[in-house]
Structures are given as structure tokens and as C-alpha cells.
């Protein structure tokens, strides 16, 4: 394999890194993209329109599912998980969509303002194509949308209750997603490789590319510029740094035959996820005089409270497909005043209806035509809630490395440690106990909920760890600065959301390719004046 | 039934075009089970029917290959699995014979209905090891059934899963916001 003069070395292809490779190489750097998986084609390797009784166990493929990396990480305390996709675009092949800007007041723990990000967010929605409504919400901020995807029947009945309950002072506003997923046709040059959704729902790996992701938009457009070069299924090993240890050199990584091998470049970028960044980084034992990496770690976690509203069972639910489940979100609560439980905020992922995949609603009670009827009524007329709020960042919940366990490399593996507090649990209370309260207020019956929650009942997001390497202007306290260059190592960034220094209830991944831009950006500017060298 | 999904299916072998009447055609009863000998395949397929019947709605369990379906899945999963749908079938027989002397599959079907009925009754909290196996046949016979295309197509109506130009969401005044009547 040749070994060009790189400028920058790109660890990683997911969202973050995806687009610090079309950043960097559009402004006329050479890149070298590192990717531990190989290439994967849409339509090829993930293909929509199955049936699940084409499948021997009724299983219809999942690129997700079929897909992460099982145990390849060890878990401690709270059943946490991690979701490792190894293939040239990362989790952005399987990623939902969803596509929300954190606000004003989330970004006020943070080291940089609202203002400032919000430039990258108009850039991002316009490469991506996000669609949406413009809603006016004070802290969920409009962005730069594609005509939007309206509400099923069930989301109308839930969206009923809020307004109720809104009336009567409840502070909430129940509004429609928002995804990067193209509503029109691919009339854009950014959306050459991409085509018109055409909502079948299945969007785990969309085979027609209407959902953005790093490998059809950002990565295939820095590869026409002639700058970028792909190690795929290349898996970096270790962060190398100079002679005299004040700077990155380059990266040591195992080739598709297994053989060690090494890149030397100018600057060195990791977008690896939050637990393999932190990982990467501690086996290298770089970046970390403030002993910071790996911890802060968050992410978000829930529990699902559905409803059944018998208004809407007469209704044609012959397809409730569009753009995956959830076509709206529970938003607006305790933006402005905190609950006196638990620290942060929730937000609750809706959806209702029918699917193609996998019966939302697969219990009544008793047997014979009664319960083909009550199994029909309740999954036309479902409405499901699913929590989405974020652990309380604390000294219970970080990532470190196994003393014991190791990779096909020889590397340790990650350790992920998660322990609920009991502010996570409180929110979690407090969401059934709303959730429960919005679906009678829209006359529908709660079907199932948790009731009274106890740890074992809240389930983590595996996709959604960030922390790991915050942002923050004290290097004693902080791993990389607002620009996402290491404090410790001049030449040494990080684009994933790892460096989030605080979290709100809202979805990561806009926010990290925002960011990631930004840095990039920086990056682009740093070797225009010739501080990279 | 509409007339096309009906056509449809003749076409794909599932429904012979005469009567109507719905079987699973491409696979003789009984023949080519990989974990359920023909006799337990016969008391599942009848067990299964009693849980999920067909109606003037649609078919039911047995025309959407419950059975077989159990079969595929008992045989991939673990022998304390199998173990279960060992034990569970014996149980059924042996309750039958206890209670009108004759095994489940020779029971005529009042008798096979108040079977299944005793089976259900405590199916919230199940205790007996009948009432245990009825919460496994149930979950197998919901999950067999609305993964077949009897399931799919003709119970749920489902015409999803298909390229279609535009979303049109909830069409339905009265579902965001209530007629005027039932706000009063």
C-alpha cells in the first residue's frame, strides 16, 4: 500500500468523522481515512422491502442487528451497552434521522454559545436535508428544512392531550421529528448519490440513500475532489506521537492482512465513538494530563409507556410506514424550570400504528377471534412514548480499559461503566407519570407502562454515549479545547461527540457533524497559516 | 377480502382459487418437521388454531403455518427450549386424558375448547405447569401469526412495506381535535 505525505490522518467514518473528511479535503488537504470496517454498498449489503415470512425464523435482515459488534466490550454495573458498527460510514448507515439542534440554554454549559454552532447547524442541514416544521420553540431552535413529514392518527391523539394539558398550564409541546431524510428530489449537487424517500420504513440502513449518511453524501463527495485516500478495514492501534512527545506524528494500525503498519501525517483527527476514542487514547496514553478521558460519560436512557386510543381503530392503517416509527417528540419540559427531583431533561420519542417489521403491540389478554380483534385494534391504535433522557454525568459512569480481556490485536478491550443515580431514576418516575397523564388527557387507555420504575427497568441508549473527551477551556479539567484540539498534544483533535461537555435530552448526532465541521474548519484555517507543519 | 389480495394469493399458492378456503399448499401436513414428530405437529397446529381461529375476517393460526413455524423456531433454539415444548405438549395430552380419557387430538372440539379455556384462565399468573405452557404457545402463536403473510396481508390489511410518493399522515378531522359535540 502506498504511503502518501497525508496531512491529516481521519480515524473513524461515522457521522463526526465523515465530515471532517469532506471539511478537510475540500479545502485542499490530503486526508487519509481510517476505517476499521470495510465498504458497504446500499441496496447491496442492506436492501428494504423485506418480508419477514421470506426469512426461515421470520427474522427479515437489519444492518443494525445483524451487524454491531457483540462483546466487544465489557459491561459493568447497570446492563449498559455499547453500539460499535464497523463499515465505511460508522453508525450513520443505521442512525434514525432524527436531526434536533440543541438551543440556547444547552449550550450555556457549554464553552462556546449557541451563536457559535449555529452557523455549522444551517451548513449541516443543507448538506444533509433534514426536513421538518418550523415550530418556534425557544430551545429546539428551527433549522434550514425540507418539507416535513406529518403525524399518524395515534401521534394526533397524543398531541390532543399536550394541548389539553397545556391549557391548564402543563409546560410541553408536542411537535414532528425532524430527519435527514430527503422529502424532495436529489435537485441539490450535495445530494448527487442520494434519491426522494420513499417511506417504506425502513430506515436501519436505507437502501436508496434518502437518509444522509457519511458514506453517501460527505465521504464520496471529499473522494471527487482527488484528496482523499480510504484504509478500509484498517483498524488503528495506537496514537503515535513525535521524538520528543509534543505532538502527534502519526498512527500505528493493522492493515486487512493483520500486519502492523504505520501513517505519519501532519495533524491526527479520532471520531472513533465515545467509548472507542476514550479507548484509543488510553491505550496510547496521550491527551490525558488531566486524567479526564473516559469520564463524564453519558448518555441517554428511557422507559416506554404506550397507549391505545379506540377513537382511531375504524381509521385505514394499511401503511403507517413513513419514516420509521417515531414521527414525533414530547419537547419543551423543564426547559426553563428544573424539576426538583432530578437534574436535566427528557424529551419522548413518539410513533403509532402498524409496521412492517414487527408488530408494535404483540399482547391482549385471552385466546380465539376476541383476541385477534383486541391484537388488531390495539396495533392500528397504538401510540408508543419512548423516553429519552440523559444519566446525570457522574463519578459512577465512565469508560476505562479491561485488564483482561483483549481484541484480535491484542488491544484491550474497553470496560463501560454504568451505574443509575437516583436523580436517573427519579426522571424516569417522572416521564411514565407524564406519559400516563397525556394519553388520558387525549381519551386513550395507558396499555402498558412500568408503573412504579426501579433501575432494572430503564434501558440505555447504546448509540448515544458522549463525555468521554469533553471540551472546555481549563486543560486541568478538560481534554480538548472549544476548537476540539487536545489540550496536551497541539496537533491532536477530536470530531465525535465524545467531546460534549454537557448533554441535553436531544438527540447527538446533528450536533456532532456541527461540530465536527467547526473543528475541522479550525483545522483547515491552523494549516493556512501554517501552524500544522 | 378484497378480490385482488385474494387473486394475489391464489397466484402465490396460498389460497386454492376455488374455494377459498385457506391451507398452506406448498407443504404437506406433517412432512419435512425438523424437531416435531407428525402427532405433535397435529396437537400444535390444533392448539394454535384454538388461539388465533379463523373468522370472517381472515384465516387462522393453522392456514398461516403456525406449527411449522414453531417447529423452525424450537429446533434453532436451545435443548431447555425444546425441553419446554416437550414437557408442555405431554401436559395437554395428559390433561386430556385425565379429564375425558381420551389424548388432546382425539377430543372432540367442545372438549378441546374447555382444554385450552382451563389452560387460559390464569394466564396473568400463571402457577401450573399447563398454565405456564399456554403463555408459550400464545407468545409463539402471536409472533407466528402476524409474521406470516395470512397475518400481515389479510388480518392486519397491511399494504405497507412498499414505494409510495408521498406520506400523507393522519387525514382524519376529529382525531387532533375533537368534533365539536364531544368537546361539550
Same mark, same amino acid.
Request: with cysteine.
Given at each position: 500500500?502506498?504511503?502518501?505525505?497525508?496531512?491529516?490522518?481521519?480515524?473513524?467514518?461515522?457521522?463526526?468523522?465523515?465530515?471532517?473528511?469532506?471539511? &478537510?479535503?475540500?479545502?485542499?488537504?490530503?486526508?487519509?481515512?481510517? *476505517?476499521?470496517?470495510?465498504?458497504?454498498?446500499?441496496?447491496?449489503?442492506?436492501?428494504? /422491502?423485506?418480508?419477514?415470512?421470506?426469512?426461515?425464523?421470520?427474522?427479515?435482515?437489519?444492518?443494525?442487528?445483524?451487524?454491531?459488534?457483540?462483546?466487544?466490550?465489557?459491561?459493568?454495573?447497570?446492563?449498559?451497552? /455499547?453500539?460499535?458498527?464497523?463499515?465505511?460510514?460508522?453508525?450513520?448507515?443505521?442512525?434514525?434521522?432524527?436531526?434536533?439542534?440543541?438551543?440556547?440554554?444547552?449550550?450555556?454549559?457549554?464553552?462556546?454559545?449557541?451563536?457559535?454552532?449555529?452557523?455549522?447547524?444551517?451548513?449541516?442541514?443543507?448538506?444533509?436535508?433534514?426536513?421538518?416544521?418550523?415550530?418556534?420553540?425557544?430551545?429546539?431552535?428551527?433549522?434550514?428544512?425540507?418539507?416535513?413529514?406529518?403525524?399518524?392518527?395515534?401521534?394526533?391523539?397524543?398531541?390532543?392531550?399536550?394541548?389539553?394539558?397545556?391549557?391548564?398550564?402543563?409546560?410541553?409541546?408536542?411537535?414532528?421529528?425532524?430527519?435527514?431524510?430527503?422529502?424532495?428530489?436529489?435537485?441539490?449537487?450535495?445530494?448527487?448519490?442520494?434519491?426522494?424517500?420513499?417511506?417504506?420504513?425502513?430506515?436501519?440502513?436505507?437502501?436508496?440513500?434518502?437518509?444522509?449518511?457519511?458514506?453517501?453524501?460527505?465521504?464520496? &463527495?471529499?473522494? !471527487?475532489?482527488?484528496?482523499?485516500?480510504?484504509?478500509?478495514?484498517?483498524?488503528?492501534?495506537?496514537?503515535?506521537?513525535?521524538? *520528543?512527545?509534543?505532538?502527534?506524528?502519526?498512527?500505528?494500525?493493522?492493515?486487512?492482512?493483520?500486519?502492523?503498519? /504505520? &501513517?505519519?501525517?501532519?495533524?491526527?483527527?479520532?471520531?472513533?465513538?465515545?467509548?472507542?476514542?476514550?479507548?484509543?487514547?488510553?491505550?496510547?496514553?496521550?491527551?490525558?494530563?488531566?486524567?479526564?478521558?473516559?469520564?463524564?460519560?453519558?448518555?441517554?436512557?428511557?422507559?416506554?409507556?404506550?397507549?391505545?386510543?379506540?377513537?382511531?381503530?375504524?381509521?385505514?392503517?394499511?401503511?403507517?410506514?413513513?419514516?420509521?416509527?417515531?414521527?414525533?417528540?414530547?419537547?419543551?419540559?423543564?426547559?426553563?424550570?428544573?424539576?426538583?427531583?432530578? %437534574?436535566?431533561?427528557?424529551?419522548?420519542?413518539?410513533?403509532?400504528?402498524?409496521?412492517?417489521?414487527?408488530?408494535?403491540?404483540?399482547?391482549?389478554?385471552?385466546?380465539?377471534?376476541?383476541?385477534?380483534?383486541?391484537?388488531? !385494534?390495539?396495533?392500528?391504535?397504538?401510540?408508543?412514548?419512548?423516553?429519552?433522557?440523559?444519566?446525570?454525568?457522574?463519578?459512577?459512569?465512565?469508560?476505562?480499559?479491561?485488564?483482561?480481556?483483549?481484541?484480535?490485536?491484542?488491544?484491550?478491550?474497553?470496560?463501560?461503566?454504568? #451505574?443509575?443515580?437516583?436523580?436517573?431514576?427519579?426522571?424516569?418516575?417522572?416521564?411514565?407519570?407524564?406519559? %400516563?397523564?397525556?394519553?388520558?388527557?387525549?381519551?386513550?387507555?395507558?396499555?402498558?407502562?412500568?408503573?412504579?420504575?426501579?433501575?432494572?427497568?430503564?434501558?440505555?441508549?447504546?448509540? #448515544?454515549?458522549?463525555?468521554?473527551?469533553?471540551?472546555?477551556?481549563?486543560?486541568?479539567?478538560?481534554?480538548?479545547?472549544?476548537?476540539?484540539?487536545?489540550?496536551? &498534544?497541539?496537533?491532536?483533535?477530536?470530531?465525535?461527540?465524545?467531546?460534549?461537555?454537557?448533554?441535553?435530552?436531544?438527540?447527538?448526532?446533528?450536533?456532532?457533524?456541527?461540530?465536527?465541521?467547526?473543528?475541522?474548519?479550525?483545522?483547515?484555517?491552523?494549516?493556512?497559516?501554517? !501552524?500544522?507543519? | 377480502?378484497?378480490?385482488?389480495?385474494?387473486?394475489?394469493?391464489?397466484?402465490?399458492?396460498?389460497?386454492?382459487?376455488?374455494? $377459498?378456503?385457506?391451507?398452506?399448499?406448498?407443504?404437506?401436513? $406433517?412432512?419435512?418437521?425438523?424437531?416435531?414428530?407428525?402427532?405433535?405437529?397435529?396437537?400444535?397446529?390444533?392448539?394454535?388454531?384454538?388461539?388465533?381461529?379463523?373468522?370472517?375476517?381472515?384465516?387462522?393460526?393453522?392456514?398461516?403455518?403456525?406449527?411449522?413455524?414453531?417447529?423452525?423456531?424450537?429446533?434453532?433454539?436451545?435443548?431447555?427450549?425444546?425441553?419446554?415444548?416437550?414437557?408442555?405438549?405431554?401436559?395437554?395430552?395428559?390433561?386430556?386424558?385425565?379429564?375425558?380419557?381420551?389424548?388432546?387430538?382425539?377430543?372432540?372440539?367442545?372438549?378441546?375448547?374447555?382444554?385450552?379455556?382451563?389452560?387460559?384462565?390464569?394466564?396473568?399468573?400463571?402457577?401450573?405447569?399447563?398454565?405456564?405452557?399456554?403463555?408459550?404457545?400464545?407468545?409463539?402463536?402471536?409472533?407466528?401469526?402476524?409474521?406470516?403473510?395470512?397475518?400481515?396481508?389479510?388480518?392486519?390489511?397491511?399494504?405497507?412495506?412498499?414505494?409510495?410518493?408521498?406520506?400523507? $399522515?393522519?387525514?382524519?378531522?376529529?382525531? $387532533?381535535?375533537?368534533?365539536?359535540?364531544?368537546?361539550?
Amino acid at each position: 500500500m502506498k504511503q502518501d505525505n497525508f496531512d491529516v490522518i481521519i480515524v473513524g467514518s461515522g457521522p463526526g468523522g465523515g465530515i471532517a473528511t469532506y471539511a &478537510l479535503a475540500t479545502a485542499g488537504l490530503k486526508v487519509a481515512l481510517v *476505517e476499521a470496517g470495510p465498504r458497504v454498498s446500499s441496496g447491496v449489503d442492506f436492501n428494504g /422491502h423485506h418480508w419477514p415470512y421470506e426469512y426461515r425464523d421470520r427474522r427479515a435482515p437489519n444492518f443494525w442487528r445483524d451487524n454491531f459488534l457483540r462483546g466487544h466490550f465489557t459491561p459493568v454495573g447497570d446492563r449498559p451497552g /455499547h453500539g460499535q458498527i464497523r463499515a465505511l460510514g460508522g453508525r450513520s448507515i443505521c442512525w434514525a434521522g432524527h436531526s434536533l439542534r440543541f438551543g440556547p440554554k444547552d449550550f450555556e454549559s457549554w464553552p462556546l454559545p449557541y451563536e457559535e454552532v449555529a452557523p455549522y447547524y444551517s451548513r449541516a442541514e443543507r448538506l444533509m436535508g433534514v426536513y421538518g416544521y418550523k415550530d418556534g420553540l425557544s430551545n429546539l431552535p428551527d433549522g434550514e428544512f425540507l418539507k416535513p413529514v406529518p403525524m399518524r392518527c395515534g401521534e394526533e391523539r397524543l398531541r390532543l392531550g399536550v394541548e389539553r394539558l397545556r391549557e391548564r398550564g402543563a409546560k410541553m409541546a408536542f411537535v414532528a421529528q425532524r430527519k435527514a431524510m430527503l422529502t424532495r428530489p436529489p435537485d441539490r449537487p450535495q445530494w448527487k448519490h442520494r434519491q426522494k424517500c420513499h417511506y417504506c420504513g425502513h430506515c436501519s440502513g436505507c437502501a436508496v440513500d434518502a437518509k444522509y449518511t457519511s458514506a453517501n453524501t460527505p465521504i464520496p &463527495l471529499a473522494e !471527487e475532489t482527488g484528496n482523499l485516500t480510504i484504509f478500509a478495514e484498517c483498524m488503528a492501534t495506537r496514537v503515535r506521537v513525535s521524538s *520528543e512527545g509534543a505532538a502527534a506524528a502519526g498512527i500505528e494500525y493493522r492493515g486487512p492482512d493483520g500486519e502492523p503498519r /504505520h &501513517l505519519d501525517a501532519k495533524a491526527v483527527v479520532l471520531a472513533c465513538s465515545a467509548v472507542e476514542t476514550a479507548r484509543l487514547l488510553l491505550i496510547s496514553d496521550v491527551a490525558n494530563s488531566s486524567g479526564q478521558v473516559g469520564r463524564n460519560l453519558t448518555s441517554h436512557f428511557g422507559v416506554t409507556v404506550r397507549g391505545f386510543f379506540p377513537q382511531v381503530i375504524g381509521r385505514d392503517a394499511s401503511n403507517d410506514d413513513g419514516t420509521g416509527y417515531y414521527h414525533s417528540l414530547l419537547t419543551g419540559l423543564y426547559w426553563d424550570d428544573p424539576h426538583p427531583d432530578f %437534574e436535566g431533561t427528557y424529551q419522548v420519542q413518539c410513533g403509532a400504528g402498524v409496521t412492517s417489521h414487527r408488530m408494535a403491540i404483540r399482547h391482549a389478554p385471552g385466546y380465539g377471534s376476541a383476541l385477534k380483534r383486541s391484537l388488531r !385494534e390495539r396495533n392500528v391504535g397504538n401510540a408508543g412514548m419512548n423516553m429519552q433522557g440523559t444519566t446525570l454525568i457522574s463519578s459512577n459512569k465512565f469508560v476505562d480499559l479491561d485488564p483482561d480481556r483483549r481484541d484480535a490485536f491484542g488491544m484491550p478491550l474497553p470496560r463501560v461503566h454504568l #451505574h443509575y443515580d437516583d436523580s436517573d431514576v427519579a426522571m424516569a418516575q417522572d416521564m411514565v407519570q407524564k406519559c %400516563e397523564e397525556i394519553i388520558r388527557a387525549g381519551e386513550g387507555e395507558v396499555l402498558s407502562t412500568p408503573g412504579t420504575v426501579g433501575v432494572e427497568d430503564l434501558v440505555i441508549d447504546l448509540n #448515544h454515549w458522549v463525555g468521554t473527551t469533553r471540551m472546555g477551556t481549563d486543560p486541568r479539567s478538560s481534554v480538548v479545547d472549544p476548537g476540539g484540539r487536545s489540550h496536551d &498534544l497541539p496537533n491532536l483533535f477530536v470530531t465525535d461527540a465524545s467531546v460534549f461537555p454537557a448533554y441535553p435530552e436531544k438527540n447527538p448526532t446533528l450536533t456532532n457533524i456541527a461540530l465536527s465541521w467547526r473543528t475541522a474548519d479550525g483545522i483547515a484555517e491552523r494549516f493556512r497559516r501554517n !501552524e500544522l507543519v | 377480502m378484497e378480490r385482488r389480495t385474494i387473486l394475489k394469493l391464489v397466484a402465490a399458492g396460498v389460497v386454492p382459487g376455488s374455494t $377459498g378456503l385457506v391451507q398452506i399448499a406448498c407443504q404437506p401436513e $406433517g412432512q419435512g418437521l425438523e424437531f416435531l414428530s407428525a402427532g405433535q405437529y397435529a396437537l400444535l397446529d390444533a392448539l394454535t388454531e384454538i388461539i388465533l381461529p379463523a373468522d370472517d375476517r381472515s384465516p387462522g393460526a393453522s392456514a398461516a403455518g403456525v406449527a411449522r413455524y414453531i417447529d423452525i423456531v424450537a429446533a434453532d433454539g436451545t435443548q431447555a427450549e425444546r425441553d419446554r415444548w416437550l414437557a408442555g405438549m405431554e401436559a395437554v395430552d395428559a390433561g386430556a386424558r385425565e379429564r375425558f380419557g381420551s389424548a388432546f387430538a382425539d377430543c372432540d372440539a367442545g372438549q378441546k375448547d374447555e382444554i385450552v379455556s382451563r389452560m387460559a384462565a390464569n394466564e396473568d399468573h400463571p402457577s401450573s405447569q399447563l398454565d405456564h405452557f399456554f403463555r408459550l404457545i400464545k407468545r409463539a402463536t402471536i409472533d407466528g401469526y402476524y409474521t406470516s403473510q395470512v397475518g400481515i396481508e389479510f388480518e392486519l390489511g397491511y399494504k405497507g412495506n412498499t414505494a409510495v410518493d408521498e406520506f400523507p $399522515g393522519c387525514t382524519h378531522h376529529g382525531h $387532533g381535535e375533537p368534533a365539536a359535540s364531544a368537546d361539550a
